[in-house]
């Protein structure tokens, strides 16, 4: 497979125009300590079941990214990964104690209704440039149709994130049955019921970019779209992020989910 060079990557991550907040990011040691025993206690009390465990980076910067149909798949996701997460959440949930504790202490970033969602970008600007974990539901927001099919289509700020740091791997997480296991409204799981949770081989930016299923550049392409005027070049990075963005999509669904 053709490869893009180290200069049409640096074009790609500068034309995204998403810069950190200029400070580093740690995770919290509370969540360091939570990570450390939680996953472990909700593998032995829910029936939740994994395929791909082995495609899970160990190390480094990743972007977990996966669909969104129940309060429990952040901590699906956290289970599966066996590494600190840290995930865009609205506003809602900063908004009363205990959850504001909770989700302050776990290193958890707030996105604000006024601003959208420019400064929570930032602060995953920060996560991932400090070689962090970030996790994102690219619907945007847990489903609230009624009936199947349940999966929406996506927001493009995963791929912008993935665009900025090109190199960094995307892992594409399908849940299935957690809307069954702790259905909208309801504040208490039913630990019996069958979750599967299928783990795809990671995708970086740079791959999907160059490849002919994918974004099909060439480092002519990037400097082409480099040329352009403000207006067209970003006209042309959008495309690559809604082209992204549902493959992402596809690729959840045709694992099956709901």
Not at 110 to 132: C, H, I, M, N, Q
Not at 138 to 154: A, H, I, M
Request: aromatic residues 8%; charged residues 20%; glycine residues 10%.
């Amino acid at each position: 497979m053709e490869k893009l060079s180290g200069s049409s990557l640096e074009t790609i991550s500068g034309s995204v125009g998403l810069e950190g907040t200029g400070e580093s990011f740690k995770t919290p040691i509370l969540y360091k300590f939570c990570e450390a025993f939680v996953p472990v206690l909700l593998r032995s009390v829910t029936n939740v079941h994994f395929r791909g465990l082995e495609n899970i980076p160990r190390e480094g910067a990743a972007i977990f990214s996966g669909n969104h149909l129940s309060n429990l798949d952040p901590f699906i996701k956290i289970i599966a990964a066996q590494r600190p997460i840290h995930y865009l959440a609205k506003e809602a949930h900063f908004q009363r104690q205990p959850h504001r504790f909770v989700m302050v202490s776990t290193g958890q970033i707030e996105t604000f209704r006024e601003t959208g969602a420019k400064d929570a970008l930032a602060r995953a600007v920060d996560v991932l440039g400090s070689g962090g974990c970030l996790g994102i539901f690219p619907e945007g927001t847990r489903s609230r149709k009624s009936n199947p099919p349940f999966l929406q289509d996506g927001k493009t700020g995963v791929a912008r994130l993935a665009a900025r740091f090109p190199n960094i791997p995307v892992v594409p997480l399908t849940i299935i049955g957690s809307r069954n296991c702790m259905p909208p409204g309801s504040k208490l799981p039913r630990p019996w019921k069958r979750v599967e949770v299928i783990v795809d081989v990671p995708i970086t930016f740079a791959d999907w970019a160059a490849h002919s299923d994918g974004g099909g550049l060439s480092d002519d392409n990037v400097a082409s779209i480099a040329g352009l005027s403000y207006e067209a070049r970003d006209a042309a990075m959008r495309k690559l992020y809604r082209g992204f963005t549902d493959q992402i999509i596809g690729t959840m669904r045709q694992r099956g989910a709901p």
